[in-house]
């Protein structure tokens, strides 16, 4: 009798996911990302997500933007902030924070201004929106006003794709009545560096420059 070699399947590769931590209560592992923003080969400023805590250097710490003087709310800022493309599928379903630091600036003219957080997926060419989020107002007349917000986003289960990529976008709105100059700032530096305004080292009440984002995914994928 002969004995034919028998076949074996092939062993099948799986890949391992990893969390910051988990939430049993939703069945959600959450991953924390950094904010930050660098230049690429063409000199131009990109904005990413990055999983590093302490290896990524923001090539700028801060994104500060003077106010207009219209007397209505106008758009200062929109960042893309994307992480690395998916290579397998995900789903984020579950309750997402952003941490941030927002500053106010006024000198003498009314101002108020705010941070609208939106969380997409982009496929290279189309853009789509899940949710949004918006900071509480900061109002002032006549100081510097600095508060490290959090806004809450509860994400719908949504499926990213391989080669999908999950993108925060953060738009700083603002309006100022009467005189010019006036400005409003966020932070975005992994490293927590000390800035022209928003100075972590020396500022009461505590500040940071960290642009902290704590994504859900579902365990069950």
């Known amino acids: 009798m002969v004995h034919l070699p028998q076949p074996f399947p092939a062993p099948v590769e799986t890949a391992v ?17 950094n904010g930050f923003a660098y230049e690429n080969s063409g000199a131009a400023t990109v ?12 090539t700028l710490i ?10 209505s709310f106008t758009k200062l800022a929109d960042l893309d902030f994307d992480a690395p493309v998916f290579n397998t599928p995900k789903i ?22 705010f941070i609208l957080a939106k969380i997409r997926k982009w496929d290279g060419t189309t853009e789509t929106e899940v949710v949004s989020g918006q900071s509480p ?18 994400v719908p289960s949504t499926h990213f794709k ?17 005189g010019a100059g006036q400005l409003t700032t966020i932070g975005h530096d992994p490293e927590n560096r000390d800035a022209t305004r928003i100075i ?12 902290l984002f704590r994504a859900p995914f579902d365990l069950d994928v």
């Open 137 to 154: 107002d900061i109002t002032t007349s006549t100081s510097t006003i600095k508060k490290v917000q959090t806004v809450e986003m509860v």
């Open 92 to 113: 984020l379903k579950g309750t997402s924070q952003l941490n941030i630091c927002h500053v106010g600036a006024s000198g003498g003219n009314d101002i108020t201004t």
């Open 47 to 58: 904005y990413a997500l990055s999983r590093s805590t302490n290896t990524e250097f923001s």
């Open 62 to 71: 801060e994104q500060a933007d003077l106010i207009p003087a219209t007397g």
């Open 17 to 33: 996911v990893t969390y910051d931590f988990t939430d049993f209560s939703d069945g959600t592992g959450i991953v924390e990302y």
């Open 162 to 178: 391989k080669g999908d990529t999950l993108r925060l976008t953060i738009e700083v709105w603002a309006k100022q009545v009467g």
């Open 200 to 211: 972590p080292s020396t500022d009461d009440p505590r500040t940071t420059t960290k642009l």
